[in-house]
């Protein structure tokens, strides 16, 4: 079974920095695109970000509201895939979902992020 185990998440401080991780196991994590999304509150999936699989380059993808301020990341080896998020902003608060491939038919539990000052 596909297992998605996102952590990281927390209370920032507008302009502050989180790295979110997503722990995959149940199927070849290095032969798939992963991506990120988000739910704020009262609001539906948002997509953030995507990196294809080596095989497809690699290329990564953002959303215009996060792009220059969060990157996207993997650790084929690990099986984890990163989220690094920087100068985050009220809007930003959400809860974090890693996704397995392009959809988010397929996606863990969640992290919350929440900015506040």
């Known amino acids: 079974d596909v297992q998605l185990v996102e952590s990281g998440g927390g209370l920032v401080q507008p302009g502050g920095s989180l790295r979110l991780s997503c722990a995959a196991s149940g199927f070849t994590f290095s032969m798939y695109a992963m991506s990120w999304f988000r739910q704020a509150p009262g609001k539906g999936l948002e997509w953030v970000s995507r990196i294809n699989s080596l095989n497809r380059g690699g290329s990564t993808y953002y959303a215009d509201s996060v792009k220059g301020r969060f990157t996207i990341s993997r650790d084929n080896a690990k099986n984890t895939l990163y989220l690094q998020l920087n100068s985050l902003k009220p809007e930003d608060t959400a809860v974090y979902y890693c996704?397995?491939?392009?959809?988010?038919?397929?996606r863990g539990q969640g992290t919350q992020v929440t900015v506040s000052s």
């Open positions: 996704t397995k491939g392009v959809t988010a038919d397929q």
